[in-house]
């Protein structure tokens, strides 16, 4: 797509001033054992372990470079290094508090004082911004160049994942950095917490506020902290959450007018003929009707639990649904293995699987099951609970746990093994999501911490 016929562009999307070096590209998944991907009864238990064993890994990839530490976002084999994003960290907190031991809160606190320190040190800004992502271990990278340092550089500043573009600030990154600080903030009752949550609301009022015709809170900022156009529904919706959040914790209500300023515009982007969300707008005016994603069906059900919306899960369950298996075109799941889900847009479904994703990237299987997308859909049907949503909301953690089981072998993180069955792959094959960018399957902190969200029924939208 062009830059002016791009939708109103996905969290996801690279919205740094240089240009992004694309991943290495992909080799064979999984192990090639034939073996069916359903889960025994009663295995959650073991699952949920081996999945907060990966985050841990994630987090301890770099042990010689400091104990100010974020966690890494994929596996070595994605090409990425050390690369380390915002929203992938925000979620591995959430996941981490999900969960009552000890170890995993003081994970949760870690992470959380790894964010602030970002706040706190960013290279060239002290607003209260954060940066897209950053590198938390040394590497060298494609153009042969030495980064010896981890995520706090020898000059004490934050490192900036500069090398892949990753520098500009989006309003949904910094949402979710909210979310997890308040989360912190309310489980330990440490004020430095609320304190960072806070200064991110008032960046992205300041920033992200508009007065066009649609409203709402606009895409963020590049690297170079030039505004960028879009206005996301996604987005809007993650202000929801933190907006609601920062009104219960701060108790000013200045709070739920910004909440009513961002749930105006994700209502505007509603369409009631068929039951879903739009995603958004490029101009303030134009609502873009195509392609349309799944994170705008299930976190609005997230965020809002409105009995008048809860039809976009129905949407998303039955027109995003994809299951993947070896005879796909461009599958790379093993003989014997199927996965079921969601992908990642209306635009995956129709992914050229002549062409390939991107440049050096492989071709697109448009039956590639997007496992992030999965959990958010069964968590938001176990947040719904109309009859039938209960199984299935198991069926699709049953399809997430069987590939954390046999997706992802022989993967690394800062050079050491993953274990086996540790982690969740972000999706089964490679798959176009329709904004520019593909997932792949390698294991992923942020598709792993969805997956633990889900099996424990944390809603971190609504607190």
Do not use: C
Not at 239 to 247: P, R, Y
Not at 440 to 450: E, I, N
């Amino acid at each position: 797509m062009t830059g002016s016929q791009r939708p109103g562009l996905s969290r996801r999307a690279l919205i740094g001033t240089g240009l992004g070096v694309g991943a290495a590209a992909l080799t064979a998944a999984g192990s090639g054992a034939a073996q069916a991907a359903e889960r025994p009864s009663g295995s959650g238990g073991s699952a949920q372990r081996r999945a907060y064993a990966f985050l841990a890994a994630a987090m301890d990839g770099y042990p010689d470079h400091g104990t100010v530490r974020l966690a890494q976002s994929y596996t070595d084999q994605s090409g990425l290094f050390s690369t380390a994003f915002t929203y992938d960290n925000a979620l591995a907190i959430l996941a981490h508090l999900a969960s009552r031991t000890e170890d995993r809160r003081s994970r949760a606190v870690a992470l959380g004082d790894a964010l602030l320190y970002a706040q706190a040190h960013d290279p060239v800004y002290d607003d209260g911004r954060l940066r897209q992502a950053y590198n938390v271990g040394p590497y060298t990278f494609y153009d042969g160049s030495p980064q010896p340092d981890g995520f706090v550089r020898a000059d004490g500043t934050a490192n900036v994942g500069t090398q892949f573009g990753f520098t500009g600030t989006a309003v949904g990154d910094m949402a979710w950095a909210g979310i997890a600080l308040g989360a912190l903030a309310r489980r330990t009752g440490k004020r430095r917490f609320l304190t960072g949550a806070v200064r991110i609301g008032e960046w992205i009022e300041r920033v992200g506020r508009t007065d066009e015709p649609l409203g709402g809170y606009k895409f963020g900022v590049n690297g170079a902290g030039e505004k960028l156009p879009f206005t996301s529904t996604e987005h809007n919706t993650d202000l929801i959450g933190l907006f609601g959040q920062l009104a219960r914790l701060t108790g000013d209500r200045v709070w739920l007018q910004r909440r009513a300023r961002a749930q105006a515009f994700v209502t505007k982007m509603w369409e009631p003929s068929e039951g879903f969300f739009y995603t958004g707008t490029n101009d303030g005016v134009t609502i873009n009707k195509s392609p349309i994603p799944e994170d705008t069906q299930t976190w609005t059900q997230l965020a809002l639990s409105s009995p008048a919306h809860a039809r976009s899960l129905d949407w998303a369950a039955s027109r995003l649904a994809v299951l993947d298996t070896a005879e796909r075109p461009n599958s790379t799941v093993p003989a014997g293995q199927s996965y079921d889900g969601v992908t990642f847009s209306s635009a995956s479904l129709l992914a050229n699987e002549d062409a390939p994703i991107a440049e050096g990237q492989p071709k697109p299987n448009r039956n590639g099951v997007w496992f992030e997308g999965t959990a958010h859909l069964a968590l938001a049907l176990r947040n719904r609970r109309a009859p039938g949503d209960e199984a299935r909301a198991r069926r699709l953690i049953a399809s997430i746990e069987g590939a954390q089981d046999l997706l992802g072998d022989g993967q690394t993180i800062g050079s050491r093994a993953v274990a086996p069955g540790s982690g969740v792959v972000s999706a089964s094959s490679p798959l176009d999501t329709g904004f520019g960018f593909g997932y792949y399957p390698y294991r992923h902190t942020g598709a792993t911490a969805w997956y633990l969200l889900a099996a424990t029924r944390t809603n971190p939208l609504r607190a």
